[in-house]
């Protein structure tokens, strides 16, 4: 069984910044690709970064393309969100996941989910 915690949400202005990170326990990280999801109150959830197992490879959602990167560090089993110039639209609760495949965007593929972390941005 694989244990996922995110940390890092919290309440930030308009054009602030955050670090989610999202620990990983209970099976060999490199083993998964490495996603991170978000969900606002009344949608869906939607895909936001992903990184694949090996790191050298990330992914991103148009909406977040050039503020946030995401980012692993193998050897601590911790992916990062680093999420800059944040927006009210960037609100939500913000999700880390496990993948044993090889498709990184769509969330009904993920295998293991954390508990999610709130993200709140001000305008």
């Known amino acids: 069984q694989v244990q996922l915690v995110e940390s890092g949400g919290g309440f930030v202005q308009a054009g602030g910044s955050l670090r989610l990170s999202c620990a990983v326990s209970?099976?060999?990280?490199?083993?998964?690709?490495m996603g991170w999801f978000r969900q606002a109150p009344g949608k869906e959830r939607e895909f936001v970064a992903a990184?694949?197992?090996?790191?050298?490879?990330?992914y991103y959602a148009d909406s977040v393309k050039g503020r946030f990167t995401i980012s692993s560090d193998n050897p601590r089993n911790t992916v990062y969100l680093e999420m800059n110039s944040l927006k009210p639209d960037d609100a939500a609760v913000y999700y880390c996941a496990a993948n044993q495949g090889f498709v990184y965007s769509d969330y009904k593929v993920y295998d293991y989910w954390g508990q999610g972390t709130q993200v709140t941005v001000s305008s």
């Open positions: 209970g099976r060999t990280f490199s083993r998964y690709v």
């Open positions: 990184i694949s197992r090996s790191g050298g490879s990330t």
